[in-house]
């Protein structure tokens, strides 16, 4: 096995790392859960654990069965009916719910708005009917690139509640993306925004979509939301007629009544687009009943909801953490989910703290990748205001280095929050490795053990448990991604094919005698840059897309605060010379054809890349260059000579 080069915490430091964290007394005393005992209960009987959870939520008609599985099709809870944006919703509005805050919305140039269920349920509605206007029904794709606004959410609702499958694009990808995503869709209507606010600056997302819409032939509609007329003004909006449409045109005609459409518990609720070891990014396809019902127990359990909590999870809805753990899993709760626009240091690096001060956050939900940025801004950011309100911390997307966690702890958390590592992927569509707060003694970069009603393990390659190889998940899950859209055979090949009816999530991991998994990080061409899945290949296929380059090799190096960061090797066609511009113009064609989270950190050039005789080109010993190590062994390079020259170019400009 190839372990990656994890961020900062080095297996050697994880190695050393002794401390324990018990759930601190109060916490425990007062969780939903303080028994090990749970453990126990769903190991004893899965199906009956989560048909439990299942129970908690509303069915138009019940399951006959929890389970069919024949690996690697499953079907959950099939024969039952529900609606997600009902269990979301209309559930919450016969009891003391209905008029308290389900979203509390904050712009970054700090304009805010809240809604309460009764609201969110008002304009989730009257916006599923103008969906309906536009001809969308259940089944149809659509796609939506908006910027972090309460409309987001209500979008993804409202296609929940007639049965439409929404496909969210972040809004930092670019147009090429965005039309990628929506051709391999083919979406039906799009929803965008005149622009959004980042860092002061206002991105232009419509005018993105219209040039990503010059290559997309399914949209027939596109509704733009006005983020605000003064954004529309700066960004020039204009719509075409015939095929867009304002927004707020259109709901404020529609009726406040749409009866929520019954969908098969396995029929599909969403597709979102994740990166993988080709060049195409993989359409992740989840389902409704089985999807709700591990968003809704996961965010019960690991974040130990309540009622009187003010919950904020800094994803952007863009990927699958502001999907489960901004609006699915949450607002199943019954939560007050804080939602916020912008940039973490706008206008200055206090802006979370002030936003937890505000408005009184209990949890806060983050990725070490900030926790990293927090810890170089200093403390002095964080010690303007008043957090004494927080009670839990979580992390989620990739590894947390035991300095990092530690600072977590000590200047958020004030040493009395629990932290809980989740491990997790867009795949798994829900936590599936984490502590549960008021049970899970914890150590700083582990995420502990699975969450009840979870099976997971380490396998070699051959399928052996060993303390260190692949992690893998041994049994179904309700929340398991069901297939790729338009690829079940890369379904079947990228996730199942390494063991007989074994899911492999792609990451190396290791376990210790007390069994507590630590996820060291991708082990396929899999970058995380900044919590951020990036393959490698797509970068390599947007530098080769420029006419000055011949070949690329991407690879990750190690970042302090990134986690990992892009370094590209380039060799350039005949006639073309290296130089700094040069470097920088391929810097921003890769930005400019991805989305700047896939703006390479170093360019190097090459006149040749190391390859092995039969032509592959050597990630290892580019990945050892790029991070200043020894190059190891170069006996079945093609040249060895070539690395040799690349190290020295490379130590040359470093
Ligand atoms: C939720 C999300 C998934 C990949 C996954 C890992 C890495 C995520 C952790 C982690 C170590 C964690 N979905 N990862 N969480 N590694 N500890 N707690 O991030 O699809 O975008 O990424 O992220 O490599 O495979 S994702």
């Given at each position: 096995?190839?372990?990656?080069?994890?961020?900062?915490?080095?297996?050697?430091?994880?190695?050393?790392?002794?401390?324990?964290?018990?759930?601190?007394?109060?916490?425990?005393?007062?969780?939903?859960?303080?028994?090990?005992?749970?453990?126990?209960?769903?190991?004893?009987?899965p199906?009956?654990?989560?048909?439990?959870?299942?129970?908690?939520?509303?069915?138009?008609?019940?399951?006959?069965?929890?389970?069919?599985?024949?690996?690697?099709?499953?079907?959950?809870?099939?024969?039952?009916?529900?609606?997600?944006?009902?269990?979301?919703?209309?559930?919450?509005?016969?009891?003391?719910?209905?008029?308290?805050?389900?979203?509390?919305?904050?712009?970054?140039?700090?304009?805010?708005?809240?809604?309460?269920?009764?609201?969110?349920?008002?304009?989730?509605?009257?916006?599923?009917?103008?969906?309906?206007?536009?001809?969308?029904?259940?089944?149809?794709?659509?796609?939506?690139?908006?910027?972090?606004?309460?409309?987001?959410?209500?979008?993804?609702?409202?296609?929940?509640?007639?049965?439409?499958?929404?496909?969210?694009?972040?809004?930092?990808?670019?147009?090429?993306?965005?039309?990628?995503?929506?051709?391999?869709a083919?979406?039906k209507?799009?929803?965008?925004?005149?622009?959004?606010?980042?860092?002061?600056?206002?991105?232009?997302?419509?005018?993105?979509?219209?040039?990503?819409?010059?290559?997309?032939?399914?949209?027939?509609?596109?509704?733009?939301?006005?983020?605000?007329?003064?954004?529309?003004?700066?960004?020039?909006?204009?719509?075409?007629?015939?095929?867009?449409?304002?927004?707020?045109d259109?709901?404020?005609?529609?009726?406040?009544?749409?009866?929520?459409?019954?969908?098969?518990?396995?029929?599909?609720?969403?597709?979102?687009?994740?990166?993988?070891?080709?060049?195409?990014?993989?359409?992740?396809?989840?389902?409704?009943?089985?999807?709700?019902?591990?968003?809704?127990?996961?965010?019960?359990?690991?974040?130990?909801?309540?009622?009187?909590?003010v919950?904020?999870?800094?994803?952007?809805?863009?990927?699958?953490?502001?999907?489960?753990?901004?609006?699915?899993?949450?607002?199943?709760?019954?939560?007050a989910?804080?939602?916020?626009?912008?940039?973490?240091?706008?206008?200055?690096?206090?802006?979370?703290?002030?936003?937890?001060?505000?408005?009184?956050?209990?949890i806060?939900?983050?990725?070490?990748?900030?926790?990293?940025?927090?810890?170089?801004?200093g403390?002095?950011?964080?010690?303007?205001?008043?957090?004494?309100?927080?009670?839990?911390?979580?992390?989620?997307?990739?590894?947390?280095?035991?300095?990092?966690?530690?600072?977590?702890?000590?200047?958020?958390?004030?040493?009395?929050?629990?932290?809980?590592?989740?491990?997790w992927?867009?795949?798994?569509?829900?936590?599936?490795?984490?502590?549960?707060?008021?049970?899970?003694?914890?150590?700083?970069?582990?995420?502990?053990?699975?969450?009840?009603?979870?099976s997971?393990?380490?396998?070699?390659e051959?399928?052996?448990?060993?303390?260190?190889?692949?992690?893998?998940?041994?049994?179904?899950?309700?929340?398991?991604?069901?297939?790729?859209?338009g690829?079940?055979?890369?379904?079947?090949?990228?996730?199942?094919?390494?063991?007989?009816?074994?899911?492999?999530?792609?990451?190396?991991?290791?376990?210790?005698?007390?069994?507590?998994?630590?996820?060291?990080?991708?082990?396929?061409?899999?970058?995380?840059?900044?919590?951020?899945?990036?393959?490698?290949?797509?970068?390599?296929?947007?530098?080769?897309?420029?006419?000055?380059?011949?070949?690329?090799?991407?690879?990750?190096?190690?970042?302090?605060?990134?986690?990992?960061?892009?370094?590209?090797?380039?060799?350039?066609?005949?006639?073309?010379?290296?130089?700094?511009?040069?470097?920088?113009?391929?810097?921003?064609?890769?930005?400019?054809?991805?989305?700047?989270?896939?703006?390479?950190?170093?360019?190097?050039?090459?006149?040749?890349?190391?390859?092995?005789r039969?032509?592959?080109?050597?990630?290892?010993?580019?990945?050892?260059?790029?991070?200043?190590?020894?190059?190891?062994?170069?006996?079945?390079?093609?040249?060895?000579?070539?690395?040799?020259r690349?190290?020295?170019?490379?130590?040359?400009?470093?």
């Open positions: 096995m190839t372990l990656p080069p994890s961020p900062e915490a080095a297996l050697d430091d994880l190695l050393r790392e002794d401390r324990r964290f018990p759930p601190p007394t109060a916490f425990r005393d007062g969780a939903r859960v303080s028994d090990e005992a749970i453990y126990r209960e769903a190991e004893a009987d199906e009956a654990f989560w048909a439990r959870w299942a129970g908690e939520l509303h069915w138009f008609t019940p399951w006959t069965e929890v389970l069919e599985w024949e690996a690697p099709r499953a079907r959950w809870f099939s024969g039952g009916e529900l609606n997600v944006a009902y269990n979301c919703l209309d559930r919450h509005l016969d009891g003391p719910r209905r008029n308290q805050a389900a979203l509390i919305w904050e712009g970054e140039p700090g304009d805010t708005r809240t809604y309460t269920y009764w609201d969110l349920h008002r304009e989730t509605s009257k916006f599923a009917n103008a969906l309906k206007g536009l001809g969308v029904g259940k089944g149809d794709r659509v796609a939506i690139y908006l910027p972090m606004v309460p409309e987001a959410a209500i979008a993804m609702l409202a296609c929940a509640r007639i049965g439409a499958i929404h496909s969210v694009v972040f809004g930092g990808f670019s147009p090429e993306s965005l039309a990628d995503r929506i051709n391999d083919e979406a209507v799009l929803i965008t925004a005149d622009g959004g606010y980042r860092r002061g600056n206002v991105v232009p997302l419509k005018r993105n979509a219209d040039q990503a819409l010059e290559r997309c032939s399914s949209i027939e509609h596109v509704v733009v939301v006005a983020r605000g007329w003064n954004i529309a003004r700066t960004t020039q909006t204009t719509l075409k007629p015939g095929r867009d449409l304002w927004y707020h259109l709901v404020a005609e529609a009726s406040a009544d749409c009866p929520a459409e019954p969908m098969e518990s396995e029929e599909t609720l969403f597709i979102l687009y994740t990166s993988g070891t080709t060049g195409k990014p993989k359409g992740v396809v989840h389902s409704t009943g089985g999807y709700l019902t591990q968003v809704y127990a996961t965010t019960r359990l690991v974040f130990d909801l309540r009622d009187d909590d919950y904020w999870c800094t994803a952007d809805v863009g990927w699958i953490t502001g999907h489960s753990y901004i609006v699915y899993g949450p607002l199943a709760n019954g939560a989910v804080v939602m916020y626009e912008g940039a973490p240091d706008f206008p200055d690096r206090g802006r979370f703290w002030e936003i937890c001060e505000k408005y009184g956050v209990t806060f939900y983050t990725a070490p990748t900030a926790i990293r940025a927090f810890m170089k801004w403390e002095e950011w964080v010690g303007k205001s008043d957090l004494s309100r927080l009670r839990l911390l979580g992390t989620v997307g990739e590894p947390i280095n035991p300095e990092a966690w530690i600072w977590y702890h000590r200047v958020i958390g004030g040493e009395r929050c629990p932290i809980v590592d989740t491990w992927q867009t795949e798994t569509g829900a936590i599936m490795i984490t502590p549960l707060p008021g049970v899970t003694e914890t150590r700083p970069g582990s995420a502990t053990r699975a969450f009840p009603g979870i997971a393990t380490i396998l070699s051959t399928g052996e448990e060993v303390p260190a190889g692949y992690l893998a998940i041994t049994r179904p899950w309700p929340s398991m991604l069901r297939t790729i859209w690829d079940d055979t890369r379904f079947r090949e990228t996730y199942w094919s390494k063991w007989d009816g074994i899911y492999f999530p792609g990451d190396g991991a290791k376990r210790e005698e007390d069994g507590y998994f630590w996820v060291l990080g991708r082990v396929d061409d899999v970058l995380n840059v900044a919590g951020h899945r990036i393959g490698t290949m797509e970068v390599e296929s947007a530098l080769v897309d420029h006419p000055a380059v011949a070949e690329a090799a991407v690879v990750g190096k190690s970042h302090d605060v990134k986690g990992q960061a892009i370094a590209a090797f380039v060799t350039l066609k005949e006639g073309r010379q290296p130089s700094d511009e040069l470097a920088y113009t391929l810097k921003g064609h890769v930005a400019e054809k991805i989305g700047s989270i896939a703006r390479p950190e170093d360019i190097i050039f090459s006149a040749d890349l190391p390859k092995t039969s032509g592959k080109i050597m990630r290892r010993l580019l990945r050892d260059i790029a991070e200043g190590k020894a190059l190891g062994d170069t006996t079945t390079l093609a040249d060895p000579d070539v690395v040799r690349l190290k020295e170019r490379y130590e040359e400009g470093a």
